[in-house]
């Protein structure tokens, strides 16, 4: 494990399993954390959750980007 905070864990297939905590994937994407926690959310992030804890899995975050990511629902602009 490279970060004291991500958690690393073996799948069935033999293949290693990385999941980053808010921290972690706020800083990917150039994001604050409270905008991390209200896409995970709205639905918009792959997350997986541990009890009260989210944490989104490095493979699915990784292939959420390189689909495009999820519009938000309704686009981008708010009902007044």
Partial sequence: M?????SSFSSEGGTRLRLLNVKEVAERLDLSLQRVYQLARGGILPVVRLGRQIRVDEGRLIAWINDGGKALPGGWRRDP
């Fill in 2 to 6: 490279s970060s004291p905070s991500a």
